[in-house]
């Protein structure tokens, strides 16, 4: 049996698949993702065209069809057209199947052609990437097998065939929207499955994605990690990228004496940061009204839907939070001024004048509530630096 053209032990070969395999996950990260489906970042042809060649050989993906089938899921997420959402589909079918959700949404054409625009369209796409993209595939198998040898080779190129459909399609796609800590209260289910994105090339913090989704960094979070972002520093440092936008994180000045219309836009900005303080002092609150409460243990395990909005609270819940907003007061004011708070970005029919004068309401009554939560957020809202 053919020995190949190196001799390594085990864990030599073991290695080569983790290499190899990462290789794969920074290319569909780096270009399929942020850069194609996103327009994070701007790729020199040199690193755009060595990932598109490796995505070829590793995996027989399409560019279009990556990117039109992930805006879509953006477009439609967690309804019934979202191409992969486990809170319609099942996380069973996502996580284990997730592979065959993609090639069915490959297939629609109407797909492609709304959600599939401004992907490579020269002449190696159009002659050799898509129409032979089955070919990559057998060209790496007979790479592998040639370098390491039949047997390793064999189990080499396996391991490659199905690292992205698992990990991608299948834990990305199914956990990333089913289980795991949440920065963000995104409109979606989306979840950071670990702070440390190392493993599927920051992916892992999907929450951080969806809220910020054309951010070329997924981390957001100070003790969170992404690999990915690491390797497009490195690219720019080269001169071989180009970011082109980044989440917001918050800056703190000095506390304005009135809301200003800098305060508005400052918030508007910062609005996830302002949803997740808000959820941090709700707990803070409720703790202490619990303490306060002679029969506060039957309203244990209400904090989760403290920050959810009113429409997400499940039915059988809906009372006992009644029941607890009556025994507050200071938690029902905390709670109700949250949905009130939102408006000032979601109201897009609003005026720049009207918005600001919700702001000014808003905080005005925030101060004079006697909630010394309420009264710390408004003035870190009055302190936000616009962007």
């Known amino acids: 049996m053919y020995a190949g053209l190196v001799d390594w032990p085990w864990w030599g070969y073991v290695l080569a698949t983790l290499v190899l395999t990462h290789v794969a996950i920074a290319s569909v990260t780096i270009f399929l993702h942020r850069h194609q489906a996103h327009r994070a970042l701007d790729l020199h042809p040199l690193a755009a065209h060595f990932f598109r060649l490796w995505l070829w050989l590793s995996t027989g993906m399409v560019t ?35 592979v065959f959700l993609y090639v069915k949404e490959a297939r629609n054409a109407e797909t492609l052609q709304r959600y599939g625009h401004g992907t490579p369209d020269d002449w190696i796409e159009n002659h050799l990437y898509t129409p032979w993209h089955k070919l990559g595939v057998v060209i790496m198998l007979t790479i592998d097998v040639g370098v390491f040898g039949v047997l390793p080779g064999l189990l080499i190129w396996a391991a490659q065939m199905v690292w992205i459909p698992f990990w991608a399609a299948g834990v990305i796609n199914g956990l990333g929207h089913f289980w795991g800590y949440r920065n963000f209260n995104s409109p979606d289910a989306s979840t950071n499955l670990c702070p440390w994105g190392i493993l599927i090339g920051g992916e892992e913090l999907h929450n951080n994605h969806h809220t910020f989704a054309t951010s070329a960094r997924l981390s957001n979070q100070w003790y969170e990690f992404d690999i990915g972002w690491l390797y497009i520093r490195i690219l720019a440092a080269l001169g071989l990228a180009h970011v082109k936008k980044v989440a917001p994180r918050p800056r703190l000045g000095t506390l304005r004496p009135v809301v200003d219309f800098d305060t508005l836009q400052a918030v508007i900005t910062n609005r996830y940061d302002v949803l997740s303080r808000y959820a941090k002092s709700l707990k803070q609150v409720y703790r202490e009204e619990l303490g306060k409460l002679q029969d506060g243990k039957r309203f244990k395990g209400l904090t989760h839907w403290l920050a959810a909005d009113a429409d997400a609270v499940p039915h059988e819940l809906r009372g006992q939070l009644d029941s607890l907003f009556g025994a507050s007061p200071a938690l029902e004011t905390a709670y109700s001024m949250r949905q009130e708070l939102a408006v000032v970005w979601e109201r897009s029919n609003a005026s720049r004048e009207q918005l600001l004068q919700t702001l000014q309401d808003w905080c005005a009554r925030a101060e004079s509530s006697g909630v010394r939560q309420l009264q710390e957020l408004s003035m870190r809202l009055r302190s936000y630096v616009p962007a």
């Open 64 to 98: 279009k069809e990556w990117a039109a089938i992930h805006r879509k899921h953006h477009a439609k997420c967690e309804t019934a057209e979202d191409p992969h959402s486990p809170q319609v589909l099942g996380i069973r079918r996502v996580l284990w199947g997730g």
